[in-house]
């Protein structure tokens, strides 16, 4: 008799949804990101991406968008130099801290994109970048999203956004996209409905987003985002086919 309680136990606990914090489900994540932010599902290959995207932020490089203006960049390469002093980049943390809070490349120029992409080679700063990114975005979107009762795409939809719009509390970062979209629903874990809750979210983020020229197109939440939420992918599962800027892209599994 007890085996036979045990096993419908044992398939439920089998079958239960994870969240983004599986392995799998956030190699997911960072596939789709990076459809995003490279146009490419090998976000693996983004270690050593930069450019100036005229957004007023400076650089923009690494496997989210680390940015020379805002900061973050400044703190991965203290990282990476505080574990390994003799890197190639070390010698532009004075310059970093100099331009943070502005588009400047004043100390940076013209090398710093050339040995950004030789620090990229080396295992130490590509662990940097991994850590960075879940420290500053990663793990804080999906504590905060799983605090709400969120399941795995609503967890995205936290990332996502908090990669693009930074953690701060103001009416165009994260938080203040959060504080907008609690204003008309309610999450689930106040009693609230998913469906409408993300929708109250991604149309807050919509808003945020076209309140900044360089993020006026729309498409990662409209044909990305959304896709899966009027599917009711709530877990995230593959196949996932959606659009970004008007490219098209498959996770088959």
């Given at each position: 008799?007890?085996?036979?309680?045990?096993?419908?136990?044992?398939?439920?606990?089998?079958?239960?949804?994870?969240?983004?914090?599986?392995?799998?489900?956030?190699?997911?994540?960072?596939?789709?990101?990076?459809?995003?932010?490279?146009?490419?599902?090998?976000?693996?290959?983004?270690?050593?991406?930069?450019?100036?995207?005229?957004?007023?932020?400076?650089?923009?490089?690494?496997?989210?968008?680390?940015?020379?203006?805002?900061?973050?960049?400044?703190?991965?390469?203290?990282?990476?130099?505080?574990?390994?002093?003799?890197?190639?980049?070390?010698?532009?943390?004075?310059?970093?801290?100099?331009?943070?809070?502005?588009?400047?490349?004043?100390?940076?120029?013209?090398?710093?994109?050339?040995?950004?992409?030789?620090?990229?080679k080396d295992p130490a700063f590509q662990q940097a970048q991994n850590d960075e990114r879940d420290r500053v975005y990663f793990t804080p979107a999906?504590?905060?999203?799983?605090?709400?009762?969120?399941?795995?795409?609503?967890?995205?939809?936290?990332?996502?956004?908090?990669?693009?719009?930074?953690?701060?509390?103001?009416?165009?970062?994260?938080?203040?996209?959060?504080?907008?979209?609690?204003?008309?629903?309610?999450?689930?874990?106040?009693?609230?409905?998913?469906?409408?809750?993300?929708?109250?979210?991604?149309?807050?983020?919509?808003?945020?987003?076209?309140?900044?020229?360089?993020?006026?197109?729309?498409?990662?939440?409209?044909?990305?985002?959304?896709?899966?939420?009027?599917?009711?992918?709530?877990?995230?599962?593959?196949?996932?086919?959606?659009?970004?800027?008007?490219?098209?892209?498959?996770?088959?599994?």
């Amino acid at each position: 008799m007890l085996q036979i309680a045990l096993v419908p136990l044992l398939a439920l606990s089998l079958s239960a949804p994870v969240d983004l914090t599986d392995p799998h489900k956030k190699d997911i994540a960072m596939q789709l990101v990076s459809s995003a932010e490279n146009s490419s599902l090998n976000w693996k290959a983004q270690y050593g991406y930069i450019e100036d995207i005229d957004d007023d932020r400076g650089y923009t490089a690494g496997i989210i968008g680390f940015c020379s203006g805002t900061g973050d960049m400044l703190e991965l390469v203290q990282l990476y130099t505080d574990r390994k002093p003799d890197n190639v980049l070390a010698k532009y943390l004075p310059a970093l801290r100099k331009v943070n809070g502005s588009d400047s490349h004043k100390g940076l120029d013209p090398n710093f994109t050339k040995d950004w992409k030789t620090a990229a080679k080396d295992p130490a700063f590509q662990q940097a970048q991994n850590d960075e990114r879940d420290r500053v975005y990663f793990t804080p979107a999906v504590d905060q999203a799983k605090q709400d009762g969120l399941r795995a795409l609503g967890q995205f939809a936290y990332y996502d956004a908090i990669v693009m719009h930074g953690p701060g509390t103001d009416k165009l970062s994260f938080g203040g996209i959060r504080k907008s979209a609690l204003a008309k629903a309610k999450p689930p874990a106040q009693g609230g409905d998913e469906t409408k809750y993300l929708n109250a979210f991604l149309d807050a983020r919509k808003a945020a987003m076209k309140a900044e020229e360089a993020h006026e197109d729309t498409s990662r939440v409209d044909t990305e985002q959304r896709v899966f939420l009027k599917q009711g992918n709530f877990d995230l599962d593959p196949p996932l086919t959606w659009k970004v800027y008007g490219d098209s892209y498959t996770i088959k599994k």
